[in-house]
């Protein structure tokens, strides 16, 4: 699918009268019961739980339209939805393994989902071991008998290298392992996971797809060879969410496009002014060569969102901090993918890092660029560097 094609499908997919009633957007129903009116229609029902409105976990028209909406812009055969995109995360690994299997991760893969392997899944009997991001095909070298998952993202969190996605993909068929991608930085307007070779596409439709800071949502979506593995686990589990929280994600959907495309320019425009202070030793954004993976960027995605990171030359905590409590126009907080600017510091990487080697030197700074006017974030970032360089 080329750009202008997921533009009017993602203003079009999910749109079915009987989930709109007529309206342009589908109805927001809030419910648990679903009436039946004789034995023979409710049993009926239940031999199509899915399919047709049977109990509120099991989704609702409002969930249908999303769930139909991001499946058609993944290209899957099916969609999931979950509570958070953690738990999407979680869910797609759980589903794909068992005791005595092994999974490969990411060694920059999202803190949370390293949590996830190094406490939880232990206990499950599962191991986890860490791979360089950048190993593309010589990971085949790293994968075991038992290797059921891999995992992957691209970029990476914080340090942004982009893998070889195909080069993986293609290793870990040849030994029947299942590819699992966190897609949330590119989302598959940039990125589409499936056709380069992921099995399942996961992303943290809190970010981007939601794109205004307010809502908490994971989707999961496999592949014909995986969705019914992927869909019964998630179902058993009893994974749902709350039809206000779909209804937002779908409203979002429907400018995904021209807010990515801002924020690509936005982002872009931000990193190559960066590259140029004084204080910064390099620039970590995809679309510029020095990020690891820069060719790899060019050859797969269509465009880069506004997340990305810069390592600075040297600096304290002290001076850090003197810079990012002053900012007027960055927010500091967690997640991002909204339309306002962010901004975080990350002084410790090479502790977050076990199979490579962090080089340094300075620390992390990693920033989401919004859609607020240029000069307005130029001028806020170029007074927090003068607060930053008094105290070096
Ligand atoms: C934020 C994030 C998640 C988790 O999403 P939540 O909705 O906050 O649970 C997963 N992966 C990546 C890459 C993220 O940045």
């Not at 038992?146 to 993909?169: W, Y």
Request: aromatic share 8%; charged share 20%; proline share 6%.
């Amino acid at each position: 699918m080329s750009d202008p094609e997921k533009d009017t499908r993602i203003v079009q997919s999910g749109r079915r009268r009987e989930w709109t009633l007529g309206a342009v957007n589908p109805a927001v129903v809030h419910a648990s019961t679903v009436l039946f009116d004789t034995v023979a229609e409710l049993r009926e029902a239940g031999k199509h739980k899915d399919k047709t409105f049977y109990y509120g976990r099991r989704g609702s028209p409002t969930s249908y339209a999303l769930c139909e909406a991001i499946n058609d812009l993944e290209g899957g055969a099916g969609t999931v939805l979950y509570p958070s995109g953690l738990s999407a995360i979680t869910a797609a690994i759980l589903a794909f393994v068992k005791s005595g299997d092994h999974i490969l991760v990411p060694d920059n893969a999202y803190d949370p989902t390293r949590s996830f392997c190094d406490t939880i899944l232990p206990r499950f009997g599962i191991e986890t071991s860490y791979y360089d991001p950048m190993i593309g095909a010589g990971i085949a070298a790293d994968i075991r008998a038992n290797t059921r998952v891999i995992m992957a993202e691209s970029p990476g969190s914080i340090t942004m290298e982009v893998p070889d996605i195909p080069a993986i993909a293609h290793a870990a068929h040849a030994r029947g392992a299942v590819v699992i991608m966190d897609n949330t930085w590119a989302t598959p307007f940039f990125f589409p996971a499936l056709q380069l070779g992921a099995d399942v596409s996961v992303m943290a439709a809190t970010k981007y797809i939601g794109g205004h800071s307010d809502l908490m949502l994971g989707t999961a979506t496999a592949n014909a060879q995986h969705f019914r593995a992927l869909h019964d686990f998630s179902g058993t589990m009893g994974y749902c969410v709350g039809p206000d929280d779909i209804y937002l994600a779908l409203r979002g959907l429907r400018t995904l496009g021209v807010r990515l495309r801002q924020h690509h320019r936005n982002g872009l425009e931000m990193a190559t002014w960066l590259q140029e202070r004084p204080e910064v030793d390099r620039v970590l954004h995809p679309a510029l060569p020095t990020c690891p993976g820069h060719e790899i960027w060019k050859r797969d995605f269509s465009g880069a969102s506004g997340l990305f990171s810069v390592v600075l030359k040297e600096g304290s905590d002290q001076a850090v901090t003197a810079m990012l409590d002053g900012l007027r126009h960055f927010g500091m907080g967690f997640s991002w993918g909204g339309f306002e600017s962010l901004i975080l510091s990350y002084p410790n990487i090479a502790r977050m890092r076990t199979a490579t080697k962090w080089p340094g030197p300075g620390p992390i700074l990693r920033l989401h660029i919004g859609l607020e006017n240029m000069d307005d974030l130029k001028a806020d970032l170029d007074e927090g560097f003068a607060r930053f360089r008094a105290l070096l």
